[in-house]
């Protein structure tokens, strides 16, 4: 497709376990950003690669969490030992390379992770 | 902290009227971003401001930015019920840090 994908669409699991969240990029573009919304919020920033430099991970909330995008594309977001604060929307956004002053982000539809 | 911030929270308003949705931010930027989110979906981009730019109009949309006042406001004239949705800003401060504010919830009443 042209868009950002992300999958699952919505994930239920039970606090303690482990789960992924994938997101492929629009073609071509080199910034990948990972977001987390909770319900009515706004967006909180949890990790950003671009092409083959070290990932931002300023934004991770705790070692729990950890993301890998491989060949420079696919994305996977991974948590660890889920906890019901992780219950949110999981947002992926793709960009072509930042610092041009046109860093528009095309968003996925996002997963919605409940934790029980 | 939030770079921007976007007031008011929550704004109600009847079809055909205009909405104003305000944005402040703390540093210098490269350009603004608004995006608009409808419920349980991805955001969009709507428009891009850059900081030597003072005014922009897109549509039904008008966004302005004053760099003195690190503030910006988008204004949708003859707002319709589909453009109830929410509002975010972002700036972009010249390099990979995006940040967006929480956000202002439009509803449009018919």
């Known amino acids: 497709g042209a868009g950002v994908s992300q999958s699952p669409s919505n994930k239920v699991t039970e606090k303690g376990k482990d789960v992924e969240l994938r997101c492929d990029p629009i073609?071509?573009?080199?910034?990948l950003y990972w977001y987390r919304q909770s319900l009515g919020q706004g967006l909180e920033f949890l990790i950003y690669?671009?092409?083959?430099?070290?990932?931002?991970k300023s934004g991770l909330p705790s070692d729990r969490f950890s993301a890998e995008r491989t060949g420079g594309s696919v994305s996977t977001l991974t948590i660890q030992r889920t906890q019901q604060e992780d219950s949110a929307v999981y947002l992926c956004?793709?960009?072509?390379?930042?610092?041009?002053?046109?860093?528009?982000?095309?968003f996925g539809a996002g997963t919605r992770l409940s934790v029980l | 902290s939030q770079q921007g911030e976007e007031d008011p929270q929550a704004l109600s308003i009847q079809e055909g009227e205009n909405a104003t949705m305000n944005c402040s931010y703390k540093?210098?930027?490269?350009?603004l971003q608004w995006y608009r989110q409808n419920s349980g979906r991805g955001l969009v981009h709507l428009i891009l401001?850059?900081?030597?730019?003072r005014e922009k109009h897109s549509g039904r949309l008008r966004v302005t930015l004053d760099t003195s006042k690190k503030s910006s406001s988008l204004l949708i004239t003859a707002s319709r019920a589909a453009d109830t949705a929410s509002y975010f800003c972002?700036?972009?401060?010249?390099?990979?840090?995006?940040?967006f504010g929480p956000g202002t919830r439009l509803s449009v009443l018919p």
């Open positions: 956004a793709s960009s072509f390379s930042p610092g041009q002053g046109k860093n528009i982000q095309y």
């Open positions: 073609s071509g573009h080199t910034a």
């Open positions: 690669f671009q092409g083959n430099s070290a990932p931002d």
């Open positions: 540093t210098s930027i490269n350009n």
């Open positions: 401001i850059r900081s030597n730019e």
């Open positions: 972002a700036t972009d401060d010249y390099g990979q840090n995006f940040v």
